[in-house]
């Protein structure tokens, strides 16, 4: 007696599944029953939504097997059995059992075609949009025959991951416990094959059949075929979907994984954004520690100790020298004791007596006490994140501290006109933001009423590509003026800023001296407020310019405004200002009559200049 | 200043003209100036629907005015929150000069996103019209859905405005967000064709709220259900509170920093 071995493939691509999650498999990976026996099959219906109705087709080779019962339909000249069924219940899975019988021993394919499955629950939306969920994959066809030279059908595994617990016989390996191999070697015991079969079998699939007739009679036969190529007509039908679902399957399991891992990506740069913030928090706590140790050492004798020397050393000669002895030691107590204010109001009266000032009864308007301003500076400027993230690990980032200002005080009283004076950088711009509000110094504390102030700085919120009218507009709303306001003194603006031609031009097209006549126009244009800061307002514009705007500049100062005049230019400051202000690198060194103060500043300059030559 | 009153009517008034520079600079060089507006959300709304509206044929109606809708709000939102980023800094030295409550800045770009909102509104009403679109009463909940959405860019654009000033990475990393969220707002596609997890994570997203909020009252001519108002009232509520507070804690900070 020959035997061969005839194999059959029972490939299990789901086709068309209409519901999520759901898919069919058979019992076992493959099938080994002995020719002209009966075996069974376990078709199962899965779907984690519950399995309501199904429909599932069948097809298998009618050349190798014999279809026997189990299904609701069939169609035996083209090897094809209907199972359906409308009786689940909701359960996870449902099972069928076909009984074939193996004609003859070959390799032969079980597939399902055309799956249908509606969820127990919502049996009408699966058709229309439910997602097509494929079954398994595809699987290498490995065959392990048996002593009996069985017929071996290779069933596909489900998806590990989506195995229930509740079914052995679902394994994703070919695993002899599996229930349905069992009964299937039960079923099948006595393999009689017709010679003619397997010679008709041999002529369409001469590679398997060789590789069968060199283990005729084996105990255990072994073989191994790369591709399913069957005869079965059915079988190269399903082949398309076969593929198609077979490939699209992996490819999802891909994207989840993709997926997930995109989430990752997020999730670390999330957390790589939070932990970024929160070290430029840590850091900037660290800063503000620091400068708070720094203030806490100026409160060190001997630190001002050193201060005191440098500034009597640097002192100018052309200073009384009881105003100097004053203003020293005002520093000094300032700096060292609480009641700093009592005793700067002391020194300021003693100076603006010495000054010619009658001083109680006027009212303090604006008071500065003990304003010390630390910038931090890096020293370092990181290209980018990674680079910042490098050196910050090498700890190369360092800040600097920049005392802007260095524990300032002066009192400014109703009325005066008082010019800030000081080389580039010395912290007079700070200071005016201080005192406009701007900035909240980082120790000491001023006084004023920010109501009242004004600042006038040119061409604040200029926009270069809008027209000038629209430029009043705007600057003057920022600068506080009311549309009512600016409606009724536009006139006046244009025609003190001698740009009546202009008006419609975009200020781009303006020469510097035109942006600024027209910046000094719009600022001036208001009732003088109580307190007037001009910044650098005075030194722009032709002679002519000039002339009128500083004429402006008086004509607020007399209706009563105190005045606040940051200029480089020395004459600006002795023709206008009753006292003065010098600073110098962020340290006050002399308030007093603009004429001495000035000269300080020059003879500065001379010694400075002197000493670089 | 005579009051809080008067200084109300000023911060209007500035940011009013501040809010008409940024439009004017904004088309300062074209030609068609504000036109674009109204024209750039057709245009796309043309494009989009050329593409998209076969695809989800069966599944979205009205494809052209469901993707305006969203893409209406989704403009307003991104444009808000995107400029308001960079307020406080493209506005350094105004800042730093004039004597303005930091917030107007912020508060001008988001409302800038408003007025250009407003010309694109036309482009929707004249869209509505011409889809034949039945007036219903709930378009009268259309501005809420508005207020909503600009409540919201508030708060984040003063979250964002803060965090620029300090760590300007912030600006490329949130062009990365508006993306993701962008794609997770359902401007162009049903959510029902969504896998369920990813529809529940779409319906937190306020964005899309706002969105559905939006489609619901004007396409639909239903009052929306009470959990999008419900979603809607806490982002917009915890955004602007939250963005306060990091403001108001940062604010001394970033006039130094600045």
């Given at each position: ?453 004004q600042l006038l700085t040119l061409g604040t919120g200029f926009d270069m590509e809008l027209t000038a009218r629209e430029n009043v507009y705007l600057n003057g709303s920022i600068i506080g003026y009311s549309k009512d306001f600016l409606d009724k003194h536009y006139?006046?603006i244009v ?8 008006m419609e031009?975009k200020v781009k ?6 942006v600024?006549?027209l910046g000094?126009a719009i600022a001036?244009a208001g ?87 | 200043m005579?009051?809080?009153?008067s200084d109300i009517l000023q911060y209007v008034f500035v940011i009013r003209e501040l809010t008409s520079r940024e439009i004017k600079r904004k088309y300062a060089?074209?030609?068609?100036g504000i ?45 808000a929150?995107?400029s308001a980023?960079?307020a406080l800094?493209d506005n350094k030295s105004l800042l730093i000069k004039a004597k303005l409550p930091k917030h107007t800045f912020i508060l001008s770009r988001v409302y800038t996103a408003l007025v250009n909102?407003g010309y ?139």
């Amino acid at each position: 007696m020959i035997i061969c071995t005839a194999v059959c493939f029972a490939i299990v691509p789901s086709t068309d599944v209409f519901a999520a999650e759901a898919y069919v498999t058979f019992g076992s990976e493959s099938y080994t029953p002995k020719a002209g026996k009966e075996f069974k099959i376990g078709v199962y219906v899965k779907c984690m939504d519950g399995v309501g109705a199904s429909s599932v087709t069948v097809g298998y080779d009618p050349n190798c097997l014999e279809y026997v019962s189990g299904g609701s339909g069939y169609d035996r000249e083209n090897g094809l059995v209907f199972i359906v069924d409308e009786t689940g219940n909701g359960a996870n899975s449902k099972k069928f059992m076909l009984v074939f019988k193996a004609k003859t021993e070959s390799f032969s394919e079980i597939h399902a075609v055309a799956n249908y499955v509606y969820t127990y629950d919502f049996p009408d939306v699966i058709l229309e949009d439910g997602t097509v969920i494929p079954c398994a994959d595809p699987m290498e066809c490995t065959i392990t025959g048996s002593a009996m030279a069985p017929i071996m059908i290779q069933g596909v595994a489900p998806k590990p991951e989506e195995k229930p617990e509740d079914k052995p016989e679902e394994k994703p390996d070919e695993t002899p416990v599996d229930e349905m191999d069992e009964q299937a070697e039960e079923i099948i015991e006595e393999p009689e094959v017709p010679e003619e079969e397997i010679e008709a079998f041999t002529e369409e699939e001469p590679e398997a059949a060789a590789e069968e007739t060199e283990i005729p009679g084996s105990d255990i036969t072994e073989i191994t075929s790369p591709s399913p190529t069957s005869e079965p007509e059915t079988i190269v039908d399903a082949n398309p979907l076969y593929f198609n679902d077979g490939s699209s399957e992996p490819e999802d399991e891909k994207n989840l994984n993709d997926s997930a891992i995109l989430m990752g990506i997020l999730v670390a740069s999330a957390l790589a954004l939070l932990f970024l913030l929160w070290l430029s928090r840590d850091e900037f706590k660290a800063r503000k520690n620091e400068a708070k140790r720094y203030v806490d050492s100026l409160e060190d004798p001997n630190y001002e100790e050193e201060n005191r020397n440098e500034y009597v050393i640097e002192s100018p000669d052309g200073v009384k020298a009881s105003n100097d002895g004053l203003y020293t030691e005002n520093d000094i107590v300032s700096e060292i004791s609480g009641d700093t204010v009592t005793l700067t109001e002391q020194e300021l009266q003693i100076i603006n007596m010495e000054a010619g000032y009658p001083v109680d009864d006027r009212e303090r308007v604006i008071s500065v006490k003990d304003v010390t301003m630390v910038f931090h500076l890096s020293t370092y400027n990181p290209s980018g994140l990674k680079d910042y993230l490098i050196q910050m690990v090498k700890r190369n980032i360092s800040y600097r501290r920049l005392y802007a200002l260095y524990h300032v005080s002066f009192d400014v009283y109703k009325g005066e006109v008082i010019g800030i004076i000081g080389t580039n950088g010395s912290g007079k711009s700070t200071l005016l933001k201080i005192v406009s509000g701007a900035l909240r110094p980082t120790s000491g504390s001023i006084t004023v009423d920010r109501k009242k102030v004004q600042l006038l700085t040119l061409g604040t919120g200029f926009d270069m590509e809008l027209t000038a009218r629209e430029n009043v507009y705007l600057n003057g709303s920022i600068i506080g003026y009311s549309k009512d306001f600016l409606d009724k003194h536009y006139n006046d603006i244009v025609k003190f800023a001698e740009l009546e031609d202009f008006m419609e031009e975009k200020v781009k097209n303006f020469s510097s001296g035109m942006v600024s006549r027209l910046g000094f126009a719009i600022a001036t244009a208001g009732d003088a407020a109580e307190i007037l800061i001009l910044d650098e307002v005075l030194s722009v514009g032709d002679e002519f310019f000039r002339k009128k705007s500083l004429a402006r500049i008086k004509e607020m100062i007399h209706g009563g405004s105190t005045v606040l005049i940051v200029s480089h230019g020395m004459n600006t400051i002795l023709e206008n200002c009753t006292r003065c202000v010098w600073i110098e690198k962020g340290e006050l060194r002399m308030v007093g009559n603009p004429k001495e103060v000035c000269d300080a500043y020059r003879h500065m300059e001379q010694t400075d200049n002197a000493v670089g030559a | 200043m005579k009051g809080r009153f008067s200084d109300i009517l000023q911060y209007v008034f500035v940011i009013r003209e501040l809010t008409s520079r940024e439009i004017k600079r904004k088309y300062a060089r074209s030609s068609l100036g504000i036109i674009w507006s109204v024209l750039n959300p057709l245009l796309m709304m043309v494009v989009m629907s050329l593409i998209f509206s076969t695809m989800f044929k069966r599944s979205i109606e009205n494809f052209p005015i469901y993707y305006l809708t969203g893409q209406t709000i989704w403009g307003l939102f991104s444009g808000a929150t995107n400029s308001a980023m960079t307020a406080l800094v493209d506005n350094k030295s105004l800042l730093i000069k004039a004597k303005l409550p930091k917030h107007t800045f912020i508060l001008s770009r988001v409302y800038t996103a408003l007025v250009n909102f407003g010309y694109t509104c036309i482009a929707f009403v004249l869209m509505l019209l011409i889809f034949r679109i039945k007036f219903t009463l709930t378009m009268l909940l259309f501005p809420v859905g508005i207020l909503f959405a600009l409540i919201f860019s508030i708060g984040v654009g003063y979250l964002l405005a803060t965090e620029y000033v300090f760590f300007a990475d912030i600006k490329y990393l949130y062009g990365i967000f508006l993306t993701l969220l962008m794609y997770m707002s359902a401007i162009f596609y049903p959510v029902d064709s969504l896998p369920e997890m990813v529809q529940k994570i779409v319906n937190m997203n306020p964005v899309y709220l706002m969105i559905l909020f939006a489609r619901e009252c004007v396409m639909y001519g239903r009052v929306p259900q009470g959990w999008v108002w419900i979603r809607l009232g806490g982002w917009s509520i915890a955004s602007i509170v939250f963005g306060m507070i990091i403001f108001r804690i940062q604010e001394n900070k970033i006039m130094q920093t600045i």
